[in-house]
């Protein structure tokens, strides 16, 4: 087991050199940036003496847990990626926190943010969860950055929406690649309130193989200027703008003409009903020889006629 250890500080400050009359102890007061990658280390301990530290390097390590950052207050960027840390927690003292990388470990919930409203960054992409889970966030935790964060990656968390994160209206860079994202209306609701919205990355999701799905995505964000590594041109934009108002405009005349045969349907139905005409007059039979046969004298024989009133012409008022 690897342990941080007075020592490994002083061989760890990058450019930073100790003077000769300074001890071990007063030259990492001074020290603003520590190098501590790939060192094995399996616990965060022993910093109490790095007061003006702002800087961390903890990633490609064997950290399970966020602990013993309570004295360093001034610490604004802090490197834990590819770890085996599980939950978020003891942050709460690092109020001017502004970029936080815990991408690679096996956290299942975004949390502990509290007090990090100078937060603008947050990376934790890839967390090695049970199959079938996803990354989820706590409210709490999202409406104290929503008025800071800027930049945003949660690339290969199993997310099938991002409803929830419609808060962090600050957010310029959203990368979410590699997730389960399917439908563009879903996304467009957390989509249309990031305004400052200029870089989106969304490819490896189900939503990629729609028809036309860069098109619509241009049009749903229309200040996004680099979409999944490629320039949005103002030419292609305006194309696409102006295909999108055709085709509402085209849409809205459809209504309007359905409309139109709705009333004119119901108009048809409200008139009055047409007078009944007059019934036909019923038709003469021809005289039959079947109906002269037996007669002895067949040209004195007479024919019984139907009465005169069947033929008399009704008038209609």
């Known amino acids: 087991m690897t342990k941080i250890t007075t020592d490994m500080l002083c061989r760890c400050t990058g450019q930073a050199k100790r003077r000769k009359e300074e001890s071990q102890e007063q030259f990492l007061k001074r020290v603003t940036h520590l190098f501590c990658a790939e060192k094995g280390i399996q616990a965060i301990d022993n910093l109490d ?33 590819n770890n085996h840390i599980t939950r978020m927690e003891n942050l ?3 109020n001017k926190l502004t970029k936080l990388y815990l991408s690679g470990n096996a956290i ?21 969860m049970p199959e079938g889970e996803k ?47 399917c439908h563009i ?10 305004s400052k919205l200029f870089k989106l990355d969304l490819l490896g999701n189900p939503i990629c193989q729609h028809h036309k799905y860069r098109g619509k995505m241009i049009t749903v964000c229309p200040y996004v200027s680099v979409l999944d590594g490629k320039e949005v041109t103002d ?63 067949p040209s004195a024989a007479t024919v019984e006629l139907p009465p005169l009133q069947q033929y008399t012409a009704t008038t209609v008022t």
Not at 185 to 193: A, C, E, G, P, T
Request: overall charge positive; charged content about 20%.
């Open 185 to 194: 209306k879903d996304l467009s609701k957390s989509l249309n309130r990031w």
């Open 235 to 297: 030419m292609e934009r305006q194309f696409l703008m102006n295909w999108k108002s055709m085709r509402t405009a085209q849409r809205h005349q459809r209504l309007a003409g359905l409309g139109l045969g709705h009333q004119q349907q119901q108009h048809k139905t409200t008139l009055p009903p047409i007078p009944p005409t007059m019934p036909p007059l019923p038709s003469r039979q021809p005289l039959r020889r079947k109906h002269l046969r037996g007669l002895s004298n």
């Open 108 to 128: 299942t919930v975004v949390e502990g943010l509290d007090s990090a409203r100078n937060l603008k960054e947050l990376h934790i992409a890839h967390q090695r």
């Open 49 to 81: 003496h790095c007061r003006s530290l702002r800087v961390l390097y903890l990633y490609d390590n064997l950290i399970s847990r966020i602990e013993h950052l309570d004295s360093l207050a001034s610490i604004t960027h802090l490197y834990l990626q």
């Open 135 to 181: 990354l989820l966030f706590e409210p709490r935790s999202l409406q104290a950055i929503a008025m800071s964060l800027e930049v945003l990656n949660v690339s290969g968390n199993g997310l099938d929406s991002i409803e929830e994160l419609g808060c962090l209206t600050e957010l310029n860079h959203f990368a979410a690649t590699n997730n389960q994202l």
């Open 92 to 94: 709460s003292s690092l």
